[in-house]
């Protein structure tokens, strides 16, 4: 796999594939660029390039002990995107993903549209719960909040051979990365930069989302932007990308080809 060194010397892991107008993908915590396995060869074969990448101390990317905030994780997709050469690039990204990507499309001004799947952007108490269980017994809490993303209520709605699987890739990341992560989240103030968004954004929220309440991963986040669009994917949870995934997919595509 292609590796790429930041600036601040930190290797991050990449996958480019796909011809035609180019489509970053951005994971967010406590997953790598595997959760975006179904969504890879159905943009590509919709004619897109598809760029996913490992953020810092997750997959095979470095894992500095510090440097794990949203200024810094902006930074890093700032530097892959210049490092591609990538123009008017679009942006999705998920979950805690959306931080940076908001981020970055507010400072450069250079994403053609933005995409914003269930949106982890706004301070939540369980933030400090997670930080806590994180620095005593992070492998229980991330298979906690593996089910949690990918239940609705309360029952599994991803096969537990995959869960598995991603909660693999979890356990594998870096330990201090994984707090700071938390802690960025548990500090997140996105307002301005949502207010400063002049692009097409739409907003997915998963309407069985057991990890943010719907009305903060989505109509909260979509009221902050401008002429942004809101939709929601029925009887869906947190990771709705991967559980429902045919449909997610084509409402992505359908807001990218417009």
């Known amino acids: 796999m292609p590796r790429y060194e930041t600036e601040g010397r930190v290797g991050l892991c990449y996958e480019d594939v796909g011809e035609g107008p180019p489509v970053v993908l951005v994971a967010g915590w406590p997953l790598s660029q595997r959760f975006w396995e179904p969504q890879v060869a159905a943009f590509a074969a919709a ?28 930074a890093d997709l700032t530097a892959l995107v210049d490092r591609l050469g990538l123009v008017r690039a679009a942006v999705v990204a998920c979950s805690t993903g959306c931080a ?49 993303i990918f239940a609705v209520a309360g029952r599994p709605a991803l096969d537990e051979p995959t869960r598995r699987y991603l909660l693999r890739t979890a356990e594998d990341s870096s330990p201090w990365a994984t707090l700071g992560a938390l802690s960025a989240w548990s500090a997140a103030d996105p307002a301005a930069d949502l207010a400063r968004l002049a692009l097409p954004v739409l907003v997915v929220r998963a309407e069985d989302d057991a990890l943010v309440p719907p009305e903060d991963g989505g109509a909260r986040v979509a009221a902050a932007i401008p002429g942004s669009l809101l939709t929601t994917v029925p009887d869906a949870p947190h990771g709705a990308s991967y559980t429902h995934q045919d449909q997610w997919n084509r409402t992505v595509l359908d807001f990218l080809a417009e």
Do not use: C, I, K, N
């Not at 004619?47 to 002990?65: E, I, K, L, N």
């Open 47 to 74: 004619g897109h390039r598809v760029v996913t990448y490992d953020p810092r101390g997750f997959g095979g990317s470095d894992r500095p002990w510090q440097g794990h905030g949203v200024a810094a994780r902006t």
């Open 100 to 148: 940076e990507a908001v981020a970055y499309a507010a400072e450069s001004g250079r994403v053609s549209r933005l995409v914003l799947a269930s949106p982890v952007l706004f301070p939540d108490p369980l933030a400090d719960e997670l930080r806590s269980a994180a620095e005593r017994h992070r492998v229980p809490m991330l298979d906690d909040v593996l089910r949690r």
